[in-house]
């Protein structure tokens, strides 16, 4: 797909994050975007930010959907239709998802769950409820967002990440098994599969709003969950007040997005280039393609500590040392 102008593209998880700057420079190349998220403040402010850029006659919508319902997904797409007066899109961008780290051993099943749903079947619905809509277009392309999660499954020793990395490397291996499907029964639609490292997000505060670790609200479970946490960073918290704790741990979502390698702008730049090309397998960032490499050039020692240690030394990829939730 060499232009975007004139398109129509739904973007999950639109209110921010990649998916808001994917909203803005599609609308700025002249793309109508249909965009769903759980906050439609968030929604609003990307529809004017988006609108400002906008070239030619685009329309922007917003419309409240949780992914991991299909339920709500199906009445996102009869809004697409209704609102933008078609029986076609040309693009999906299934981006929304949230970040977890609960472990399938110890924590709860419930916030498991729900970072598992989100992050896989929110992919699955868009795709189900859309792909009908993409194969009535004259060009489609489908475009899932995995991680670098989807090949390697850990954000270092300290952190249990099974739930996030199990959805994603469903994300990855539904996409690539999508390639011949389609090139089988529908040609005329490609398919992306998006593997960000770290990008400079809010994702880890959207996300522990959804989780219920939003530390406005800490309560004495969280403060003991944030403590030993500390602890096994090595952070001495002996001294340092329940407040002092909370003010710590907004500290470090915020230090996920300020710090980050790469912005979210640059991102979806890079997503957009891969889609012109289309590219099946979109790497973002230095990070992603150093991890890659590694990963492949020895996958039996991918989960060791001297693998991590190496990963850090090239990359500063410091995500595991990140109380991502709590």
């Known amino acids: 797909m060499e232009s975007f102008e004139g398109k129509i593209a739904v973007v999950t998880g639109g209110g921010t994050g990649m998916g808001r700057e994917l909203t803005i420079q599609l609308a700025k190349e002249g793309c109508s975007v249909a965009m769903c998220d759980v906050s439609n403040e968030a929604m609003q402010q990307t529809k004017e930010l988006a609108l400002k850029e906008a070239r030619g006659d685009v329309r922007i919508t917003a419309t409240l959907a949780d992914v991991a319902d299909e339920a709500q997904m199906i009445d996102f797409r009869k ?4 609102e933008h007066a078609t029986k076609h899109v040309d693009l999906v961008f299934n981006n929304a998802g949230i970040g977890g780290t609960p472990s399938f051993v110890t924590g709860e099943r419930e916030e498991w769950d729900r970072t598992f749903n989100i992050c896989w079947f929110g992919v699955y619905y868009g795709s189900r409820v859309f792909l009908p809509m993409l194969i ?5 392309h489908l475009v ?6 989807g090949f390697w499954a850990s954000v270092g020793p300290s952190s249990t990440h099974t739930a ?9 291996g539904f996409s690539e098994a999508l390639i011949n499907d389609l090139r089988m029964n529908a040609p005329h639609v490609k398919v992306s599969v998006v593997m960000p490292g770290h990008i400079g997000t809010s994702i880890v505060q959207n996300s522990g709003k959804i989780l219920g670790h939003d530390p406005k609200e800490m309560g004495p479970e969280d403060f003991a969950a944030a403590r030993e946490r500390m602890e096994e960073m090595g952070i001495d918290h002996s001294q340092l007040s329940d407040e002092e704790i909370r003010q710590a741990v907004i500290q470090l979502m ?3 997005r300020t710090d980050a390698p790469m912005t979210a702008e640059a991102a979806a730049s890079v997503i957009l280039d891969g889609v012109r090309k289309e590219e099946w397998r979109i790497l973002v960032g230095r990070d992603a393609e150093v991890l890659d490499r590694m990963v492949r050039d020895e996958p039996e020692n991918a989960y060791t500590q001297e693998f991590y240690d190496r990963l850090v030394s090239e990359t500063n990829w410091r995500l595991g040392s990140m109380n991502e939730q709590r």
């Open 79 to 82: 809004a697409v239709m209704e």
């Open 144 to 149: 899932n967002t995995s991680s670098v999660n």
């Open 136 to 140: 009535a277009s004259d060009e489609g």
């Open 254 to 256: 915020e230090s996920f």
């Open 164 to 172: 996030y990395s199990a959805a994603k490397f469903a994300v990855k």
